[in-house]
């Protein structure tokens, strides 16, 4: 395919590099000179493994050239891979100055070629900078529609500075965000052959897990810092503690606990953490991350009272009240304390779940429920029906197959769904239902 890369930095260099010598026909475009200078001397512009061999090699077979010239760029290519930067504002907001620049001057150019060309954005963007700011941008300036005069792509990269040109040969993943299958397509045609999953999803998605990505990184890097400093404080070998954290992969490395839900609760997580935090506090080591864990938790919390204060309804339905499904324990469970705020804000509140009897809780299961909510007697219902009679909203919190079952669809209570019900998606596109974070 005969490409074009808008952007000769780390990500376009090597793009620009390894497409070229899979066999396309490769323009780089970059306002800097000397970039382009460099690049048709078949010298790479950026320091990395072997992008210098690379770009010697296939500068001198003729598969890459570079120009300042997007006309010129334009005219020659078929598929636009865009790759400038988008750095942080002052205040942290993202810097999309370049990108709309560069945009701007392709759209004039696809306006005077004529022809079908697929614009594929690979810089990072917050999820609906393409729809929202850059399609228009191309649509005002080429005087057609995305998706039917040009065609319209995301495709985040994935490459690691240092190691980029084995990332590209050998990426964890291809996100492509797709504005019609057209384009899609166009997308994959640049990477036939090369390894690792492939995900065809919609533009914003493909914006989105880029930031997905990087952040979950930036987590596990602190939290392995942090981490380390507490057990350095104790005493302790943070990295064989590490290398046993890491040998389970069922709970620890693993999809375990990453699907938005639901706070978590119980009687284990909020108390270690708050031991955690509290053993590093006396050690004077400073841990951002884990102390921010629990008020984070209880935010996400807070955002089930707003979704029902939202709907101006008093009459609340709670599907759920123990921590996890199969148990009967209250203590800490995030449940509790969601019915307990709801209660203390006056909501006319009738509860149901088929672990929970008031008779049967002993110990500090009961000791717990009747500090937390003394008057749990006068707000447990007998069935799944006695709730949904009683409530204008009802929230879910338990997966009890008698629950799901009986929960209406359009007509009835709204429905707040704290556990992204199976038949959630369908829900979506009815009246009446709200997804905690999704």
């Not at 990395?48 to 020659?76: F, N, Q, S, Y």
């Not at 400093?229 to 389970?248: E, K, N, R, Y």
């Not at 209660?343 to 509140?349: A, E, I, Q, S, V």
């Not at 204008?392 to 919190?397: D, F, K, R, S, Y």
């Amino acid at each position: 395919m005969r490409v074009s890369v808008f952007g000769l930095g780390y990500v376009g260099c090597v793009s620009a590099a390894c497409l070229a010598s899979m066999g396309h026909e490769v323009i780089g475009v970059d306002v800097n000179q000397v970039k382009v200078d460099l690049v048709n001397d078949g010298k790479a512009p950026v320091v990395e493994e072997r992008i210098g061999e690379l770009t010697a090699e296939v500068v001198r077979t003729g598969a890459l050239r570079a120009t300042t010239d997007v006309r010129e760029a334009i005219m020659g290519s078929e598929v636009s891979l865009i790759c400038v930067g988008t750095p942080s504002e002052p205040n942290g907001a993202l810097c999309t100055t370049y990108l709309e620049r560069v945009t701007e001057q392709i759209g004039k150019a696809l306006a005077e070629r004529g022809g079908r060309q697929t614009v594929v954005f690979r810089s990072t963007m917050l999820p609906g900078t393409c729809l929202n700011l850059l399609v228009p941008i191309l649509e005002k300036n080429v005087g057609g529609t995305a998706g039917v005069d040009f065609g319209v792509a995301v495709n985040p990269e994935f490459l690691r500075e240092g190691t980029s040109v084995r990332d590209f040969f050998d990426p964890p993943k291809t996100v492509v965000g797709e504005l019609d299958p057209a384009s899609g397509d166009a997308v994959l045609a640049l990477y036939e052959g090369l390894p690792g999953e492939v995900f065809r999803v919609p533009v914003p998605t493909a914006e989105a897990i880029k930031y997905a990505d990087n952040a979950f990184h930036g987590l596990k890097i602190g939290f392995a810092n942090e981490l380390g400093a507490v057990c350095q404080a104790l005493g302790v070998d943070s990295h064989q503690v590490m290398d046993v954290f890491l040998a389970d992969r069922k709970l620890n490395i693993s999809p375990a606990y990453l699907r938005p839900g639901f706070a978590f609760g119980g009687s284990c997580l909020p108390k270690d953490l708050r031991s955690l935090v509290h053993a590093a506090r006396r050690a004077d080591i400073s841990v951002p991350i884990l102390s921010h864990v629990l008020p984070s938790n209880a935010d996400h919390l807070q955002r089930a009272v707003e979704l029902v204060e939202r709907t101006g309804k008093r009459r609340v339905g709670l599907f759920g009240l123990s921590f996890k499904p199969g148990t009967d324990d209250l203590r800490e469970s995030p449940l509790v304390e969601l019915a307990e705020r709801l209660f203390g804000k006056g909501y006319d509140l009738k509860i149901h779940d088929a672990n929970v009897s008031l008779s049967r809780l002993i110990g500090a299961n009961r000791e717990y429920i009747e500090t937390r909510l003394p008057h749990l007697a006068q707000l447990l219902a007998d069935s799944v029906d006695d709730v949904l009679d009683h409530a204008e909203v009802c929230l879910v919190g338990t997966r009890d197959p008698a629950v799901l079952a009986a929960l209406p669809h359009g007509d009835g209570p709204v429905i707040v769904d704290l556990i992204r019900l199976p038949d959630a998606e369908k829900r979506r596109t009815e009246p009446g239902y709200m997804g905690l974070a999704w």
